[in-house]
């Protein structure tokens, strides 16, 4: 079984700078996806980021990217000039690499972050 | 981007009775369901996942008679809580997949039995 732990329960920061959410993992799985999802107020869970294990380029998406290290099983995600509408709670999810049928998404319980003005 | 659809958004039900939640995929075949659901400033906890034209499978302690699931088709999952009491209040969220989609999420429903 696979475990995701998100360390940081809340986190606050002023706009335009720069924060890093924690995520490590625990598995015996080699291949496998990661990702970050965001959930706002709204509660729709929306894809931020995603990584593939095999891979060892860190993913980047605008001013989203990650430090993923394999090693150390972990996967951290860093927002540059963060923006107000940033504020949300922030998921890591784990997710096995199947090689027929789809996997389940493990997630961390969650980093609430708040972007002050 | 695939579209998923999943009403109603909330719902208010009294105490005994069975609301159903419906996932649609609009745009692509959704050969696999997850639903979870999300306490209040919880994560997403899995609750059971379907193949279409299958028995759901249901992760430990997820009652498989409270929680019925249906997946007929492959653009069409439901969820029906039965005999719903105050405890089963949560927010319901599916996930299909067919392929690479496991991004798309359902917008969520918020059930709240009075």
């Known amino acids: 079984a696979q475990t995701v732990t998100q360390s940081q329960p809340e986190m606050s920061v002023q706009e335009a700078e720069t924060v890093t959410l924690s995520c490590t993992y625990d598995?015996?799985?080699?291949?496998?996806?990661l990702f970050w999802y965001k959930q706002p107020p709204s509660r729709q869970m929306i894809l931020v980021i995603r990584q593939e294990a095999y891979k060892q380029q860190n993913a980047t998406e605008n001013r989203f990217s990650v430090n993923f290290q394999k090693a150390a099983k972990s996967f951290s995600l860093k927002i540059s000039d963060s923006q107000l509408g940033d504020t949300a709670m922030y998921f890591c999810?784990?997710?096995?690499?199947?090689?027929?049928?789809?996997?389940?998404?493990?997630f961390g319980k969650g980093t609430h972050l708040i972007i002050q003005p | 981007g695939a579209v998923v659809s999943q009403h109603p958004s909330w719902v208010i039900c009294k105490s005994g009775t069975s609301v159903k939640i419906e996932c649609r995929s609009l745009?692509?075949?959704?050969?696999?369901m997850f639903w979870y659901r999300q306490f209040p400033k919880q994560s997403l906890m899995l609750m059971a996942t379907?193949?279409?034209?299958?028995?759901?499978?249901?992760e430990q302690g997820v009652e498989k008679d409270k929680f019925l699931i249906n997946h007929a088709s492959l653009t069409l999952s439901t969820l029906t809580v039965t005999s719903a009491h105050p405890e089963d209040s949560s927010f319901y969220i599916c996930?299909?997949?067919?392929?690479?989609?496991?991004?798309?999420f359902g917008q969520g429903t918020r059930l709240t039995v009075v």
């Open positions: 745009d692509f075949q959704a050969t696999t």
């Open positions: 996930r299909p997949t067919g392929g690479n989609t496991e991004a798309f």
């Open positions: 598995t015996s799985e080699n291949n496998y996806y």
């Open positions: 999810a784990f997710m096995k690499r199947s090689g027929g049928g789809a996997d389940g998404l493990t």
């Open positions: 379907s193949n279409e034209g299958s028995k759901a499978t249901y």
